[in-house]
């Protein structure tokens, strides 16, 4: 199915493509696959699957010493690319600070829709809760920031799962208002209708869980990314205190400060 072409905004697509705005987008990509390999030769991960699909799998790193707490990170690419090896390089400074590393994959678009990969997100929590109790953070950064809202915005009995405590969540330059992207080139592929776009979108759903939800954005990112984060912490009032600009980044290295936003929510 093809996008109407009267829906298609090019400054508004313009506005949602960070990999055009970010000159050396693609070496940091490499740099990502590159220092991940290394990662999982030196910190070589346990894989288990939260469920029977084929990507329904979870890459778990485990610290020297007990460990403090979880992080289940949840990956970006507009759901539509990239799997958990990927982002193995996240590891290391949280698995120093004692922090067990939990990096899922999901099925990705156009094969699945959004509203199942929001499941799977779901599920992998739910697994890892269980797998792992004591304190639990959920961080996802551009569209795995939108899954780790979606996540805090879970009515757990609703879905038919035991309650999940979180101890927080975090939100590194997401998607919090899916609306936008069904005027930019990633509509063939989401195939949103307006009312799935609002229905997905935690900017317009009530966050769940009472644990502080950190929003963070890199500085440098575009109005639209910006305008993102300051309206989820407009709508998550109880749970977000203020957008938390992480000076400097963009939307290709704002992970890198994953570990300080974690150990704000364990102190």
Do not use: C
């Amino acid at each position: 199915m093809t996008q109407p072409q009267d829906l298609f905004d090019a400054a508004t697509n313009d506005e949602y493509m960070p990999s055009r705005r970010v000159p050396d987008a693609e070496a940091i990509v490499a740099a990502w696959v590159r220092d991940s390999a290394a990662v999982r030769e030196t910190f070589p991960p346990v894989e288990l699957a939260y469920g029977a699909g084929e990507h329904e799998r979870l890459d778990v790193f485990e610290p020297d010493t007990e460990a403090r707490a979880t992080l289940l990170f949840i990956h970006g690419g507009y759901w539509q690319a990239f799997y958990k090896e990927t982002f193995s390089y996240l590891a290391p400074p949280l698995l120093k600070a004692g922090i067990r590393v939990a990096v899922m994959s999901y099925h990705l678009t156009p094969a699945v829709r959004l509203a199942q990969i929001v499941t799977q997100a779901r599920q992998a929590t739910a697994f890892i809760a269980a797998q792992f109790p004591g304190p639990l953070i959920v961080a996802g950064h551009s569209a795995g920031g939108h899954l780790a809202a979606m996540i805090h915005a879970t009515d757990w009995a609703a879905q038919g799962q035991p309650d999940v405590k979180l101890t927080g969540g975090i939100g590194i330059s997401g998607l919090y208002d899916l609306r936008p992207l069904r005027r930019t080139e990633l509509q063939p592929a989401l195939q949103l209708s307006e009312q799935q776009a609002h229905a997905l979108s935690p900017a317009f759903l009530q966050p769940m869980s009472a644990a502080p939800f950190l929003v963070a954005v890199g500085a440098d990112e575009s109005d639209a990314f910006l305008g993102q984060s300051q309206q989820l912490a407009n709508a998550w009032l109880d749970v977000v205190s203020e957008v938390q600009p992480l000076p400097g980044r963009h939307h290709f290295d704002a992970p890198d400060e994953l570990l300080g936003l974690a150990l704000d929510l364990l102190k």
